[in-house]
């Protein structure tokens, strides 16, 4: 097929920010998660569907298939519903992750992502 591009599970990316290779990137809809350390100008390539281990907001406790939030300046998810600088439904979690917990598996929705109000 003449016009595929690439197969959109891996994207290149082009940042804004500093990341470390499994950080989480936020670009409007796109949320995606780096294979490389990058500064900003940097194009990378960053992982847009997949699970992930992500760090998260240690009084979070999430439900395998609960909505994902991301705290953006913070770096970390949460449970609470997304406020300003937040970005909301990044995906869903796919194992319990109790409250004291420092992680949570998050399986990656892509598109799904919204603005905090």
């Given at each position: 097929?003449?016009?595929?591009?690439?197969?959109?599970?891996?994207?290149?990316?082009?940042l804004?920010?500093?990341?470390?290779?499994?950080?989480?990137?936020?670009?409007?809809?796109?949320?995606?998660?780096a294979?490389?350390?990058?500064?900003?100008g940097?194009?990378?390539a960053?992982?847009?569907?997949?699970?992930?281990?992500?760090p998260?907001?240690?009084?979070?406790?999430?439900t395998a298939?609960?909505?994902?939030?991301?705290?953006?300046?913070?770096?970390?998810?949460?449970?609470?519903?997304?406020?300003?600088?937040?970005?909301?439904?990044?995906?869903?979690?796919?194992?319990?992750?109790?409250?004291?917990?420092?992680?949570?598996?998050?399986r990656?929705?892509?598109?799904?992502?919204a603005?905090?109000?």
């Open positions: 097929m003449k016009n595929a591009h690439q197969d959109g599970r891996v994207l290149d990316v082009t804004a920010d500093a990341v470390k290779s499994g950080g989480v990137i936020v670009q409007g809809k796109l949320v995606a998660v294979v490389t350390d990058g500064q900003p940097d194009t990378i960053a992982h847009v569907e997949g699970v992930f281990r992500l998260k907001l240690a009084a979070a406790a999430f298939g609960d909505s994902v939030n991301w705290d953006t300046p913070n770096g970390r998810a949460i449970s609470a519903a997304a406020g300003a600088d937040q970005v909301g439904d990044i995906g869903y979690a796919v194992a319990d992750a109790d409250a004291g917990s420092a992680e949570v598996l998050v990656l929705t892509p598109g799904s992502a603005a905090g109000s």
